[in-house]
């Protein structure tokens, strides 16, 4: 907690070396240099509360409805005689 966004995400991306820290370096957005070592990795399981579980859930629903409507498009596109013309597209 209280790390810069860019930086967590960088750390969870570092390889873990087994017989030694693993030395990395980052620039951050505002300008501050950041050198950290991954040592270890800590693999245990966590049990989601019931928000996380509902958010879960809900993620899940949108994800299905996004892929559905996906289809519908996708299969309205195949039904239809389109013309794209990307080179128009800005």
Known sequence: PGLPP?????????PVVESEPNYQ???LENGDYVIYAVTKLHAEPLSPTDEERRQMQQNLSRLRGD??????????RDQAEIKFYPENIN
């Open 67 to 76: 892929i559905a409507f996906i289809g519908y498009l996708q299969n309205l």
């Open 6 to 14: 860019q930086l967590m995400s960088e750390v969870f991306r570092t």
């Open 25 to 27: 370096g980052l620039a």
